[in-house]
């Protein structure tokens, strides 16, 4: 999952960033609305953190651009105006959620995972495919009740896949998604991580749709 | 309040019905005065007449030709003690040499005519029987060594009686002139300062918050004044407006530093960052607090606000649908569009939005937001009720959370209900704040404002 977070304060921007890092998602900064603009107009983003405060170009105009644009990423915007006006005027803008500063990084972090969440169309935090569980917010995998241990790109890579089930996703996409935009994209690594998965989670649940890329279906595990 | 210098009315009818009073009082003398003198102008020339006829009977030549009988055109001077008499002396010796019956043998007093010419002399005295009288006498010289010194006198009372009478009724017909003049004075007060009372209503409708400034029409002594109130209640609003705007932006340029702090000192257990993270905490609250109590305090004196009740609500609930999507509650709102509260918007989204939130946090599935309004004795309201299907309150809870006081309210800034802004803007606004049960099994909270009913 990839998110963009754009925050003007150094500082504050670089907590967000740590954290979400930390929680797993694949993450861009920017610094101003312009910036941030640009980022959201050209790479795919699963979530966007957006301070409404912004130089150059403010939140709002920003949001609003992007959804003129037909972006639809899920949008949490910071807000250090915490009156109900400028919560209903971010909502009309596009956005999905707000949260007032100050806040505790532990509220966007469950903010911008129930925005993914909800993208993806999943009610709860846990998904399920077959005999396969993931809980989001503990980032833990069970198959049959049984913990699985899985590195943190395998963890993206299955995460990616289960909210999006029955949908084919190239290894272009994985590696948009699981990946900031630093990073030396090698599409090779994807199947190595795929060939993993399947050996730790023993299910031949993902399926390669040759030439185009992976699947996973929603139901029982295919026979 | 500016202390009175007694009523405007009480001095212009003061100073009306002095001006009157003396006018009146000068007018009445000078009428009387003038009427007396033509009176004994007409008196005077009655007596000169009867003295002229009474030297044409009397004199033929230099000799006296008179008797004592003789009626020269008035039967008065016959009739004993008339108060009509006459009577002629020698104009040297002063010897009486005639005079008429109706003296009845008394002497009219001499005279101090001088020695000689042709001289007309008027003169008021008692005569017998203690009658007032008025006299005219004539010296008539018909020749150089004869000169007779004739008196006439006629009864002057009547002449006092129809001047006592002129005095009266002229005392009458002024007095009730001047009644006339006072109702006349009273309408031109009531109708002259209406202006006044005008702009009194305006301004007490603006201090209610009805208007934003004083509307209509004034004449040009009172416009100016007008123009000026306008204007300080104008520049009133902006610094109000100006000084909000300084504590918002000042309070919210804090808060991503103190969410900065906040999270640097959150993952670790150094004792200092314990410290950090409680002194941020309390920082914000009372930013939180502090901003909340300067737009409260900001608002009592913003008048003439005016806030569309479903546009907000409907706001509102946008708002709310997105962001407890996840339970995916019905948020229902039946506003009717006319409905206008008579208040700020902001303090109005404050109150709706808090409870609408509350209740969203709590409901199962379904929020119902309903309003109307209603016909007041003294003004018209409106009732707003936030009912959920949520657990609803457990009853000590609802009361404890009627009754907490505005000290606890001072001490926890943002409590966990978020009631105790609700509550401290419903008291400013003078209305009323209830939480009952509702049928649903839920809470139902019923909040009563003051509403316009301008259209």
Redesign the interface.
Known sequence: MRVLVVEDDKDLNSQLVEALKDAGYAVDAAFDGEEGQFLGDTEPYDAVVLDIGLPQLDGLSVLEQWRRDGRTMPVLILTARDRWSDKVQGIDAGADDYVAKPFHIEEVLARVRALVRRAAGHASNELQCGAIRLDLRAARVTVDGNPVKLTSHEFKVLEYLMHHTDKIITRTELTEHLYDQDFDRDSNTIEVFIGRLRKKLDSDLIETVRGLGYRIASGAAPE | MAGTTGSLSFRLALYSAAGSTIALIAAGIIFTTLFRQSVERNFDDRLDFLSRALVGASIAGERLTLDQTAAIGEPRFALPQSGWYWQIRDGASGEILAASASLFGNILPELDLPASGDDIRVHAFRGPGGRQLRSLERRVQPSDIQSYAILIAGDAEALAEDVTRFRNTITLTLGLFSILLALGAALLIRFGLRPLRKLRASLSRVRLGEAERLEGQYPSEIAPVVDDLNALLKSNREIVERARTHV?NL???L??????L???A?DSTDPANARVREQ?QVM?EQITHHLNRARMAAHTNVIGAVTPVNEVVE??A??MR??H??KGLMIHVAIPEHIKFRGE??DF??MV?NLIDNACKWANSHVVVRASQMRGKSRDSMILTVVDDGPGLPQDTESEALSRGERLDETKPGSGLGLSIVRELVRIYDGNLVLEASEVGGLRVRLTLPVSTES
């Open positions: 918002g309070a919210h340029a808060k991503t530093p103190l969410a900065v906040q999270n640097d959150a941020t914000n706001g509102l946008r708002v997105k962001v999507q996840d918007r902001h989204e404050e939005g």
